[in-house]
C-alpha cells in the first residue's frame, strides 16, 4: 500500500489541528503533532508540563485515515483542556472522529 509523502502529511496536519482546536473552542491550546512510522497504534496524545499538548500520529496510514486520526486525538486534547470526558474518553473520540473528518471533507479544508 502507498502512502501519503510526509511532507503532505505535515500540511494536513496543520490544516486538521487548525480546524479542530477552532471548532472544539480551544482556539488558543497550543498542540505540537509528531508523525511518525508507528507499529502497535495509529495515534495518542497527552499534556506537557508548560501546559501544550503532543499529539502522535501514525505516517503509515491512508489519509481518511490519518485524518480521523488527528481528529479522534484532538478530541482528547478537548477533553484534557475541558477536563471532562468519562472514563478513558475513548468512546466520545470514536463516536466523533468520523462525523467530524467528514465534515473536514465538506468544508474543503484539505
Not at 32 to 51: H, M
Not at 63 to 77: A, K, M
Not at 100 to 106: R, V
Amino acid at each position: 500500500m502507498s502512502y501519503p509523502s510526509p511532507s503532505y502529511l505535515e500540511q494536513v496536519a496543520a490544516k486538521v489541528s487548525k480546524w479542530c482546536l477552532r471548532n472544539f473552542g480551544i482556539r488558543n491550546t497550543k498542540v505540537t503533532i509528531s508523525i511518525q512510522n508507528l507499529e502497535t497504534y495509529y495515534g495518542d496524545c497527552g499534556p506537557e508540563k508548560d501546559g501544550s499538548y503532543t499529539v502522535v500520529i501514525a505516517q503509515n496510514q491512508n489519509l481518511r485515515s490519518f485524518v480521523q486520526t488527528l481528529v479522534h486525538e484532538h478530541i482528547h486534547v478537548k477533553q484534557f483542556v475541558g477536563d471532562c470526558w468519562e472514563g478513558s474518553g475513548e468512546k466520545e473520540a470514536s463516536l466523533l472522529e468520523g462525523p467530524l473528518a467528514d465534515q473536514i471533507w465538506k468544508e474543503n479544508i484539505l
